[in-house]
């Protein structure tokens, strides 16, 4: 059964909260352009999840699903590059990028299960 408000979906209340933790965990980032980048692509998900949710057709929804999966991709590129340049510590981009990788598998089911549905 499909989800009537994106609030009650584990995905999106998991992509906030990896959303939280990158604001947080990136607030003494000497680098803002890298920070800055990384909190957009992070914020992007839930974002895109909700907009979609709220829209008024089926292929909206399944629109906005995508670039959320796309901007998981971004964000997931952007946390190995953080961790290479050292800009992030090892532990805590590792951490994000296995959520990130959980989210992207979260919304490619969920994609498929829309698609079903259009």
């Not at 604001?23 to 920070?35: E, K, L």
């Not at 929804?61 to 800009?87: D, H, P």
Request: with cysteine.
């Amino acid at each position: 059964m499909e989800a009537r408000s994106y609030e009650t979906l584990d995905v999106w209340k998991r992509a906030c909260a990896l959303s939280v933790a990158l604001f947080q965990g990136t607030r003494s980032c000497s680098d803002h352009v890298f920070r800055d980048q990384v909190t957009r692509s992070g914020l992007s998900v839930p974002s895109n999840i909700a907009e979609g949710y709220e829209r008024d057709s089926p292929r909206e929804r399944v629109q906005f699903l995508k670039v959320a999966k796309g901007s998981c991709g971004e964000l997931r590129t952007q946390l190995m590059i953080g961790m290479r340049a050292g800009l992030l510590p090892e532990s805590t981009g590792k951490a994000h990028l296995k959520e990130t990788a959980e989210l992207s598998k979260m919304l490619h089911g969920l994609l498929e299960y829309c698609r079903q549905r259009t």
